[in-house]
T-cell receptor
Framework: AQSVTQLDSHVSVSEGTPVLLRCNYS??????LFWYVQHPNKGLQLLLK??????LVKGINGFEAEFKKSETSFHLTKPSAHMSDAAEYFCVVSDSGGYQKVTFGIGTKLQVIP | NAGVTQTPKFRVLKTGQSMTLLCAQD?????MYWYRQDPGMGLRLIHY???????AKGEVPDGYNVSRLKKQNFLLGLESAAPSQTSVYFC????????????FGPGTRLTVT
């Protein structure tokens, strides 16, 4: 069985300060992990994904995430927040156990304060 | 290249009415999905399809039916709408399974009164 936990439902940062959105996962197999972003009244867009290659993954708009197997974590970071980063972020785990199944976290709403 | 499109964008139904949501993709993807998004619950999979003519149940299939008669289209039906089906519905598609990115449509906001 697989699961994903986003540790914060809301995160608030000042513009220009670092962003950290936390995600822990559980998987019986070698997982694929994703971060998606959803801007208000929009669909989800892929930020980045991990699929068993490099553990540090770089995505769009300056975001990156590090896969840490020992900690079962896949935290999303960005060195300097921009106003346009205000959105909801979803951590997603997909099992490699034989059939298509993805599990979404409940989301973290990022607020950027000017 | 429009990606994934959904029709309609908004809909209000009365309890007991029926409707069909249409999803179309122009990326020649094999896999298509229907999700619902509710506050505090993330996205939950309703039904999915691994190819033309196939469908399978997801996490929350009750009250919904789907069809995939053409590879590019995935229809979600509500036979008798209930207030509990008030939600935002997202369609997605992907080239393959597991490690492949899903591409999402813009969503349909459905209210059942």
């Amino acid at each position: 069985a697989q699961s994903v936990t986003q540790l914060d439902s809301h995160v608030s940062v000042s513009e220009g300060t670092p962003v950290l959105l936390r995600c822990n996962y559980s998987s019986s197999y070698s997982p694929s992990l994703f971060w998606y972003v959803q801007h208000p009244n929009k669909g989800l867009q892929l930020l980045l994904k991990y699929t068993s290659a490099a553990t540090l993954v770089k995505g769009i708009n300056g975001f990156e995430a590090e896969f840490k197997k020992s900690e079962t974590s896949f935290h999303l970071t960005k060195p300097s927040a921009h106003m346009s980063d205000a959105a909801e972020y979803f951590c997603v785990v997909s099992d490699s156990g034989g059939y298509q199944k993805v599990t979404f976290g409940i989301g973290t709403k990022l607020q950027v304060i000017p | 290249n429009a990606g994934v499109t959904q029709t309609p964008k908004f809909r209000v139904l009365k309890t007991g009415q029926s409707m069909t949501l249409l999803c179309a993709q122009d990326m020649n993807h094999e896999y298509m999905y229907w999700y619902r998004q509710d506050p505090g619950m993330g996205l939950r999979l309703i039904h999915y399809s691994v190819g033309e003519g196939t469908t399978a149940k997801g996490e929350v299939p009750d009250g919904y039916n789907v069809s995939r008669l053409k590879k590019q289209n995935f229809l979600l039906g509500l036979e008798s709408a209930a207030p509990s089906q008030t939600s935002v519905y997202f369609c997605a598609s992907s080239y393959g399974t597991n490690s492949y990115e899903q591409y999402f449509g813009p969503g349909t906001r459905l209210t059942v009164t």
